[in-house]
């Protein structure tokens, strides 16, 4: 991984290999950001996508293998017991150009991907929500 930073603005390089999760994780903690929105696009070879069906109040994955475009990560960053949680979604196409997507668990760069990421002030945080079973934004920390 490699990035560049102005200001608040950082353009951060997946490269071949590494997990989305596992690495911008890595990264959010390196950097100390607790707030922030993103946005990405490359190709991967291999994702695990989830369906959250409110009825069921867990989330359903499926794996994919194979080589699939990004055509969309876009996602959060908030804390949640004091470390940064992300919350992201992708569209993924095919070699069919047929498009599918949801909520990302985990997905493998191959060769490259590349993420979009304005750091905000202060800390947004997730609470748990009862009716939905989730951990949702929580606005009463920021500045």
């Known amino acids: 991984m490699e990035f560049f930073k102005h200001n608040n603005l950082y353009l951060v390089r997946l490269d071949h290999g590494e997990k989305i999760r596992t690495s911008l994780t890595k990264f959010l903690e390196q950097e100390k950001i607790f707030a922030g929105v993103f946005t990405g696009l490359g190709a991967v070879c291999q994702a695990e996508i989830a369906h959250y069906p409110l009825s069921e109040k867990k989330y359903n994955t499926k794996n994919f293998a194979g080589e699939y475009e990004v055509t969309n990560i876009t996602g959060n960053v908030s804390k949640v017991e004091d470390k940064p949680f992300i919350h992201m979604h992708i569209t993924l196409g095919d070699n069919e150009y ?37 951990k949702l934004l929580s606005f009463c920390d920021l500045p």
């Open 98 to 134: 047929r498009l599918f997507g949801g909520h990302l668990m985990e997905c493998t760069a191959s060769p490259t991907l590349e993420i979009y990421l304005t750091a905000l002030l202060g800390g947004l945080t997730r609470k748990h929500d009862e009716f939905t079973g989730l």
